[in-house]
Nanobody, 124 residues
Framework: QLQASGGGLVQPGGSLRLSCAAS????????LGWFRQSPGKEREFVAAIARSGGATYYTDSVKGRFTISKDNAKRTVYLQMNRLEPEDTAVYYC???????????????????WGQGTLVTVSS
């Protein structure tokens, strides 16, 4: 089970850190991802950490602004979001998958487990 938190209202240019805590399982055997969904839009990939090696991947619109990381001891994955823009407003979801190849990290259907979502609103 995944529990996402950390969303809220922030002004453009501000920062937020989202957390996603796993209960009942370790994160070390899973690829981990963050996705987001805005009203009227499909769920889109934001960032991911590969299961093996810990390589990270980002969608182009967040590169240089967002950072995904994980703490295996705390069984938590994070999404540090800096220089937030109104276009980043969405419900953010964390996800985990046991057998995801690198080329599929951006596909929501590849993930096995999902958090409940946390709302991020970027507005002045």
């Amino acid at each position: 089970q995944l529990q996402a938190s950390g969303g809220g209202l922030v002004q453009p240019g501000g920062s937020l850190r989202l957390s996603c805590a796993a209960s009942g399982r370790t994160l070390s055997g899973y690829a981990l991802g963050w996705f987001r969904q805005s009203p009227g839009k499909e769920r889109e990939f934001v960032a991911a950490i590969a299961r093996s090696g810990g390589a990270t991947y980002y969608t182009d619109s967040v590169k240089g602004r967002f950072t995904i990381s994980k703490d295996n001891a705390k069984r938590t994955v994070y999404l540090q979001m800096n220089r937030l823009e109104p276009e980043d407003t969405a419900v953010y979801y964390c996800a985990a998958g046991a057998r995801i190849i690198t080329s599929s990290l951006g596909q929501a259907t590849a993930y096995d487990y999902w958090g409940q979502g946390t709302l991020v609103t970027v507005s002045s």
